[in-house]
């Protein structure tokens, strides 16, 4: 659709005032009606708006202030809001719902649950439409990520490996169990960082940052942890580790590290027995 970027957003300007909302300038594609319960207070021919522009139940583009959860090249993780005899609608916060056919569904879709989608431009259509087929849409182009790139991740789905995740919503990923310290949950967003590039191309995840800078910020951490609480920490390398993952949300291991960073700078003194750390001159 040439002129303007359908399911994405555009910069357009308001060429006239209707009864039902402004219309804007789509280029090559004619006036887009921005309808009146998007028009933002105050807006007068001349404004220049930022719109998301999608097509309305006859298939004509038109424009919103809304911004959906996803658009076209994104992936989300959406919920099924009604199904009918030629697919699922999903909901992507505009009041037109994202049809998903029967083809781009991996397994019927049911009202009331989520899936983790691709949004795209229907080819034969020209429609936007999801696709829960998510492997079709990720790129086959080498990452070229350093070792230790934050990265942001959607998580995808449970192996028996670990959790798959979505990187910079364009490669596949992997986050391996043994490096999960939380509760993940298809759908959850976050940060992570690249710990190998496979040569398939594939990415190996962590949820946390390489060992030194890790070190490195929780000893920060830690120091900023003790002067809020009077200069002591009752936890040591005695401690459980998962009360000390309660605490600070690293692994025992990275806190052993932290701690020793401190006490080799002289600004942490050990209680006997690992019982508890203390600043000095505290």
Sequence with gaps: MKGINLGKINTMTVVKSVDFGMYLDGGDEGEILLPTRYVPEG???????????????????????????????????????????????????????????????KMRMIKGNSYIVHVHLDKESYR???????????????????????VDLLVWQKTDLGFKVIVDNKFGGLVYK???????????????????????????????????????????TLLEYLNENNGYCNLGDKSDAE??????????????????DLYKKHLIILEEGGKGIKLVDK
């Design 43 to 105: 807006c007068k021919p001349g404004d220049v708006l930022d719109v998301f522009v999608y097509l309305d139940q006859d298939e004509r583009p038109i424009a919103t202030t809304l911004t959906p959860k996803a658009m076209v090249g994104e992936f989300a993780y959406l919920e099924v809001a009604w199904v009918n005899k030629f697919g699922a609608f999903l909901d992507w916060g505009l009041m037109k719902d994202l049809f998903c056919p029967f083809r781009e569904q």
């Design 243 to 260: 009360e000390i993952y309660e605490r600070f949300e690293v692994s025992k291991k990275t806190f052993k590290k932290g701690v020793g």
């Design 178 to 220: 043994d490096q999960v310290f939380q509760y993940l949950h298809t759908g959850d967003r976050l940060k992570g960082y690249v710990s190998n590039v496979r040569p398939d191309g594939k990415l190996d995840i962590s949820l946390q940052p390489s060992s030194k800078k890790r070190t490195k910020e929780f000893a920060d």
């Design 128 to 150: 936007i439409v999801a696709s829960a087929k998510v492997e079709h849409y990720l790129s086959d182009e080498m990452p070229s990520y350093h070792h230790g790139a934050q």
